[in-house]
């Protein structure tokens, strides 16, 4: 029950898009404490609470260079909530195994 609540408050009101996102903020969202939601998400989910949030904001990216985003790579990890362009990068790199620009390369070949 709470990991779907989790899921919901993240996905609906995209709260991973904000940069200054804390567990405690998410936590009281939830109405349980920070440690309740770190050790939810450590025991249900195998990641940590940054992990998490970075793999939402991933897709959030992921789904903006699929659109043929006209935003620079930089303009799209600040929209989905990345402090800085090597944070976009080294978490895009992390969960997809390419850089920004090369995912969106492999995107254009195979819409040709």
Same mark, same amino acid.
């Given at each position: ?18 940069? $200054? ?7 009281? #969202?939830?109405?349980?404490?920070? +440690? ?10 195998? #990641? $940590? ?7 939402? #904001? ?8 699929? $659109? $043929? ?11 989905? !909530? ?14 997809? +195994? ?10 254009? !070949?195979? +819409?040709?």
């Amino acid at each position: 029950m709470l990991l779907k609540q989790l899921e919901t408050v993240l996905k609906d009101k995209k709260l991973y898009t904000d940069p $200054n996102l804390k567990l405690l903020e998410l936590a009281y #969202r939830l109405d349980i404490s920070a +440690h309740e939601l770190s050790k939810l998400i450590n025991e249900n989910l195998e #990641r $940590n609470f940054t992990d998490l949030i970075n793999e939402f #904001r991933i897709e959030e990216a992921k789904q903006l260079i699929n $659109n $043929n985003s006209l935003y620079t790579m930089e303009a799209i990890g600040q929209q989905c !909530g990345f402090n800085s362009k090597s944070a976009f990068y080294k978490a895009f790199k992390k969960f997809t +195994h390419l850089t920004p620009t090369q995912y969106k390369s492999q995107e254009i !070949g195979s +819409h040709l």
